[in-house]
């Protein structure tokens, strides 16, 4: 089983639509929790972390950690053509360890 | 803006052939990753570096090598290529606190026949 399991998609919306991505993960140690998005033939970019549970809101874009059920979820809302990219789930558990657990990353298709 | 660069955007080599990448960051971020991203599979850690000369294996080490003489510097080497090494390689770069955000270069697609 990966430690960290996300839905390769992919998503096809139509633009304004509201997007959920998510991924599940087996590891209780993880403490942050990171969405990546990489556009076409270019390295990620991060675009929000949240430490722990709870919410964190920026601009269009909310991401949620479920840390009892061990899921995360990236929502944007008013989606935008713009917004067409893989994102990549990634986590750690910073113990003084260097490592970062990515998701396989959900391709993601906003038609205008 | 912090910048990761890599040495090529394409490559094409042999099987058999030592092949060398090359990675610049120009923040003076002590931490530095070499990644291997495949469909299905997301980023793979092949190894990281903590500091100048200073290497530790991440998952898939097995058939590559590094190398970081200077702190803007990481170079990943595959000794001998194969054929399972036809990849994307992502170069990131990122500081020690926090430990959170890596930066990542444009990628080199390597294919190996």
């Given at each position: ?87 990549l ?16 990353g ?7 | 803006?912090?910048k ?46 903590y ?44 500081y ?18």
């Open positions: 089983q990966k430690e960290v399991e996300q839905d390769p998609g992919p998503l096809s919306v139509p633009e304004g639509a509201i997007v959920s991505l998510n991924c599940t993960y087996s590891n209780s140690a993880f403490q942050y929790f990171m969405w990546y998005r990489q556009y076409s033939r270019k390295g990620p970019e991060l675009l929000m972390y949240t430490y722990s549970s709870g919410n964190k809101e920026d601009g269009r874009f909310t991401a949620q950690v479920d840390k009892s059920s061990k899921y995360i979820s990236l929502f944007i809302r008013d989606s935008q053509p713009s917004d067409s990219a893989t994102y789930c990634a986590m750690s558990d910073y113990t003084g360890g260097f490592k970062t657990i990515f998701g396989a959900t391709r993601l298709f906003v038609k205008a | 803006d912090v990761v660069t890599q040495s090529s955007r394409y490559l094409v080599k042999r099987t058999g052939e030592k092949v060398f990448l090359e990675c610049v960051q120009d923040m003076d971020h002590e931490n530095m990753f070499w990644y291997r991203q495949d469909p299905g599979l997301g980023l793979r850690l092949i190894y990281f570096s500091d100048v000369k200073m290497k530790e294996k991440g998952d898939i080490p097995e058939g590559y090598s590094v190398s970081r003489e200077k702190k803007e510097r990481f170079s990943l080497i595959l000794e001998s290529a194969s054929t399972n090494q036809t990849s994307m390689y992502l170069c990131a770069s990122s020690t606190v926090p430990l959170l955000e890596q930066y990542f270069g444009p990628g080199t697609r390597l294919t190996v026949t």
